[in-house]
Nanobody, 119 residues
Framework: QVQLVESGGGLVQAGGSLRLSCAASGNILSINAMGWYRQAPGKQRTMVAV???????GYAGSVKGRFTISRDNAKNTVYLQMNSLKPEDTAVYYC?????????????WGQGTQVTVSS
């Protein structure tokens, strides 16, 4: 069974840092783009950062310069380093990846990890 498992969320004060990790497990042949999305209460899920298999990155304007996405292809893992956190960054953060386990790429999601930034 292929799955994405996130870790690293928690409670932090404004100005602090957190690092999220998301590991893909299962009989994966390859991984396409990977990314992080977030959903605050009462709001839609939005893109935070994405990274292609070649390492090109893209960020939402609200996190550019504060967050850094990276990936370790040998470990099938994507990371999100979050610095200078603000209360408005509070949300459930979801990992997303295009996973190929033999039948073409499937858009897959993790279960989410809560990030809470106190003022």
């Amino acid at each position: 069974q292929v799955q994405l498992v996130e870790s690293g969320g928690g409670l932090v004060q404004a100005g602090g840092s957190l690092r999220l990790s998301c590991a893909a497990s299962g009989n994966i042949l390859s991984i396409n783009a990977m990314g992080w999305y977030r959903q605050a209460p009462g709001k839609q899920r939005t893109m935070v950062a994405v990274i292609t298999s070649g390492g090109s990155t893209g960020y939402a304007g609200s996190v550019k310069g504060r967050f850094t996405i990276s990936r370790d292809n040998a470990k099938n893992t994507v990371y999100l380093q979050m610095n200078s956190l603000k209360p408005e960054d509070t949300a459930v953060y979801y990992c997303n990846a295009g996973l190929d386990y033999g039948l073409g790429y499937v858009d897959s999601w993790g279960q989410g990890t809560q990030v809470t930034v106190s003022s």
